[in-house]
């Protein structure tokens, strides 16, 4: 087992990364206070898991929540569900949220876990690619709503991340596909090495090498884990975090939240990036075509075959946290494994960039 620290003063806590891990007790229960746990998971995940994690809690007063699956439940009335599963088994403040699951049972966990008597415990046990190499670690934490993706929620923090890449057994190719876009960006956002290092062992990874997905779930945590250390609440460096996602919110958003899954948006918005920093001169078309190859190897989409109107796409982008005062700023890359945060692009060439993909 590997373990990282995401430094936060007293809100640091360990991220655990390796297999079997969801056979040893201690780990998970020494970040546990109180008595009481309420283990949030889906109809998906609870028949894989939920006995397992719960074979590891006798020794505390255990409940559960299943939720339906799908990002289209990732919405203010589900996580109502988590707050009334809480108050009928009267749980106090002193409980503890286990999120089990992807990235979406984990937000909605995280953010009930934010407002739950103003905040309670939380613990994440993320059980896809994505949720193991991202949105597990950070604390951002929330819903989506009709008008924006996530554009409701809470920086909140667990207590504990425990990452049994064993999980991702019973994952399907198209979720890994999804989550490997996460792990892309890392390379794409600013570590080169790990990007030549994905290059290189591409193939074996998408055979799922568990040695090879360790070391990519390990350096993508820490990648996450400095930058997140330097800032917390995003007021710089961390929106380098969302390279490709102003695009990829635009359109799971306009699409349809679950039509494309968000790895895939994701994808899709990382090249439309990547196109947009050509055009803007900053990197070679030759560069463009890398992140392309890489993208189209891991089997991820490389363009949108849905319609979208160019004004819908253009609204939906205006409602991104990276909006400030009306002004779109964008993650774009001055060269490969290396990136910046813009508004003084030219906005001939954004449009350009939108008309090119829809
Ligand atoms: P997800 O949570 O919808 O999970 C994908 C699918 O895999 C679901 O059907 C789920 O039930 C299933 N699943 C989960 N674990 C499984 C397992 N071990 N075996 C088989 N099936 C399993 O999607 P996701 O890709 O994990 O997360 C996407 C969400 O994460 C989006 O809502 C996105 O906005 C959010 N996100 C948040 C952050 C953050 O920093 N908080 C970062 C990135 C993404
Ligand atoms: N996934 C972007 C962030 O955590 O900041």
Redo the contacts with the bound molecule.
């Keep these: 087992m590997k373990t990282l620290n995401l430094d936060l003063g007293d809100k640091s806590y360990p991220i655990y990364i390796g297999q079997d891990l969801l056979t040893q007790t201690d780990l998970l229960t020494q970040h546990i206070k109180g008595k009481q746990v309420m283990i949030v998971t889906?109809?998906?995940?609870a028949p894989?898991?939920l006995a397992k994690v719960k074979a590891l809690l006798t020794l505390f007063t255990v409940a559960e929540v299943i939720l339906l699956?799908?990002?289209q439940y990732?919405t203010l009335d589900t996580v109502n569900e988590i707050f009334t599963a809480l108050l009928t088994a009267r749980f106090d403040r002193s409980c503890t949220l286990i999120a089990l699951?992807?990235?979406?049972?984990?937000?909605m966990t995280?953010f009930a876990a934010a407002s739950y008597q103003r905040g309670v415990n939380f613990i994440q046990i993320?059980?896809?690619?994505?949720?193991q190499v991202?949105?597990?670690?950070?604390?951002?934490?929330?819903v989506?709503h009709p008008l924006g993706?996530?554009m409701i929620?809470a920086f909140y923090q667990p207590k504990c991340v425990l990452i049994d890449v064993d999980?991702?057994?019973?994952?399907?190719d198209r979720?890994y596909s999804?989550?490997m876009a996460?792990v892309i960006k890392y390379g794409l956002l600013g570590n080169v090495d790990f990007l030549i290092d994905l290059q290189q062992n591409i193939d074996d990874l998408m055979h799922r090498d568990k040695g090879l997905i360790i070391k990519a779930v390990h350096q993508s945590c820490t990648d996450k884990a400095n930058i997140v250390a330097q800032d917390e609440l995003e007021s710089g460096k961390r929106a380098l975090?969302n390279f490709g996602h102003t695009f990829a919110?635009a359109i799971?958003n306009t699409l349809g939240?679950?039509t494309y899954?968000?790895?895939e948006a994701?994808a899709v918005g990382m090249l439309m990036a990547a196109e947009l920093s050509a055009l803007e001169g900053f990197i070679a078309s030759s560069d463009v075509q890398q992140v392309k190859d890489l993208l189209q190897k891991t089997q991820l989409p490389v363009s949108i075959n849905s319609k979208i109107s160019y004004q819908d796409f253009v609204d939906a982008m205006s409602v991104d946290k990276k909006v400030i005062d009306g002004e779109v700023r964008l993650v774009l890359m001055k060269k490969l494994g290396q990136t910046f945060i813009s508004k003084d692009y030219q906005k001939n060439d954004l449009q350009q960039v939108i008309k090119d993909f829809l």
């Design positions: 889906n109809t998906t995940v894989l898991y699956d799908g990002e990732k699951g992807g990235g979406v049972v984990g937000d995280g993320p059980t896809t690619l994505l949720s991202d949105s597990s670690v950070g604390g951002k934490t929330g989506n993706k996530n929620g999980t991702l057994d019973t994952l399907d979720q999804a989550g996460e975090l919110h799971e939240y679950g899954l968000h790895g994701v």
